[in-house]
């Protein structure tokens, strides 16, 4: 069965610190997407990031960075120089192929504190 | 930009009423999604539907149902709302292919008395 593991609940970081946020999934699918989401304060869900299962290419995108690694199913983000803003609830999620229409499978996300 | 709203920001409703949750999406989007969300538990789809008057069940159907009388528009009914359908519930939209992302609306806190 498919499955999203955030194994870490609660990090707390001072700002201008790097933190790396864990996510490591289950799937019997080859081709399945991995998203990233922010919920800042607010509530709404953010859009961050989305990988399918063929592109191993690490990406980087200003402060945030992602590792894909297929041989270990995890899909880790990386917040470089955290800033105050940062502060939100982050989640993993995982979809498969040849389920249009279905939903994501969501792990239970990390609540990142960055202090000033 | 995609823009995914719902009618409400905060909901107080008592034991028993019946309630009608609103979501609409305004990029074309075949899919639309309801979840809630909890504290401990994360994220839990409620029901979906890939088309108007197509609906499938998720996870946590019961006590639930759904609308989808135009593409744009898909409502959440609480039929006789409990205490613990006390919850935020978060709509979201995509295009029809699983690869797509999925846009979320602001999210409805509601509070069952």
């Known amino acids: 069965a498919q499955k999203v593991t955030q194994a870490q609940t609660e990090i707390s970081v001072v700002e201008k610190e ?13 081709t399945y997407y991995l998203f990233w989401y922010k919920q800042p304060p607010s509530g709404e869900l953010v859009f961050l990031i989305r990988r ?12 945030y960075s992602w590792n894909f690694q297929k041989s ?19 989640f993993c999620a995982l979809s498969e192929a040849g389920q249009a229409g279905t939903a994501l499978i969501f792990g239970k996300g990390t609540t990142l504190s960055v202090s000033s | 930009d ?6 409400s920001r905060y909901l ?9 949750l609103e979501c609409v999406q305004d990029m074309d989007h075949e899919n639309m999604f309801w979840y809630r969300q909890d504290p401990g538990l994360g994220l839990r789809l409620i029901y979906f539907s890939y088309d108007v008057k197509m609906k499938e069940k998720g996870d946590i159907p019961e006590g639930y149902s759904v609308s989808r009388e135009k593409k744009e528009r898909f409502s959440l ?16 939209s995509s295009l029809f292919s699983e690869e797509e992302t999925q846009y979320f609306g602001p999210g409805t806190r509601l ?3």
């Open chain 1, 18 to 30: 790097d933190v790396t946020l864990d996510c490591v999934y289950e799937t019997r699918d080859t």
């Open chain 1, 52 to 63: 399918n299962s063929f592109d191993e290419q690490n990406e980087i995108s200003g402060r």
């Open chain 2, 2 to 7: 995609v823009k995914v709203t719902q009618s």
């Open chain 1, 72 to 90: 270990t199913s995890s899909f880790n983000f990386t917040i470089t120089a955290s800033q105050v803003v940062d502060s939100a609830v982050y």
């Open chain 2, 12 to 20: 107080v409703k008592r034991t028993g009423e019946k309630v009608f």
């Open chain 2, 77 to 92: 009914i609480l039929e006789s709302a409990s205490t613990n359908q006390t919850s935020m519930y978060l709509c979201a």
């Open chain 2, 111 to 113: 509070l069952v008395l």
